[in-house]
């Protein structure tokens, strides 16, 4: 069963536009990571935040973290044609020693020029 | 580039075949896990392997095993293919005991007919 779950499903913007996505969970973490991935391809590592942060920037990037909720957003701003692709968090499990990730099914993002 | 690569990239086999996926990890990084991404959905957790072991695993059933080796390259083998078997099969290498950022490959594309 998956751990995180993502919303929207999908995601249409116009290139400039800022991309907002959210993800929930159900255990408490230790990190909750987001991956980025194009048309089935491997998965590429975006940004990790620790179960003790709330916010963490990178580059277009801002990522939030709120563990009362067990919630989690991805934040893409001044959005571009590249950004299309799926985001996916994953979580690591607290209650596990193997640090195994579960993801969501993902938030498919396109980006119109 | 992530460092971690996969072979082969895409693979036909028929209902009750063998398959073998090779996985070299990132330099540095002793500890690999696998992954089946079906169509649409989130990766899913098969298992994970540390010092030639297997030290955790997901809800796979037997005919889903592993390898890896002393240079922490890994293998993941499935017997007795069926169709649902078809899917993306990722591998992800990391630091053991740390709790940080999982690599992954590229993945093989695997479909059974």
């Known amino acids: 069963s998956q751990q995180g779950e993502e919303d929207p499903q999908a995601l249409s913007i116009q290139e400039g536009e800022n991309a907002t996505m959210n993800c929930s969970y159900k255990t408490s973490i230790n990190n909750l990571q987001w991956y980025r991935q194009n048309s089935g391809r491997g998965l590429v590592h975006l940004i990790l935040?620790?179960?003790?942060?709330r916010e963490k920037h990178s580059g277009r990037l801002r990522v939030t973290l709120d563990t009362s909720k067990k919630s989690s957003s991805l934040l893409i701003t001044a959005s571009r044609a590249a950004d299309t692709a799926s985001y996916f968090c994953a979580t690591d499990d607290r209650g596990s020693n193997d640090y195994k990730l579960s993801f969501g099914a993902g938030t498919t993002v396109t980006v119109r020029a | 580039e992530t460092g971690v690569t996969q072979s082969p990239t895409h693979l036909i086999k028929t209902r009750g075949q063998q398959v073998t996926l090779r996985c070299s990890s990132q330099s540095g990084h002793n500890t690999v896990s696998w992954y089946q991404q079906a169509l649409g959905q989130g990766p899913q957790f098969i298992f994970q392997y540390y010092r030639e072991e297997e030290n955790g695993r997901g809800n796979f059933p037997p005919r889903f095993s592993g390898l890896q080796f002393p240079n922490y390259s890994s293998e993941l083998n499935v017997n007795a293919l069926e169709l649902d078997d078809s899917a993306l099969y990722l591998c992800?290498?990391?630091?053991?005991?740390?709790?940080?950022?999982?690599?992954f490959g590229p993945g093989t594309r695997l479909t059974v007919l």
């Open positions: 935040i620790r179960s003790n942060e």
């Open positions: 992800a290498s990391r630091r053991v005991h740390a709790t940080d950022t999982q690599y």
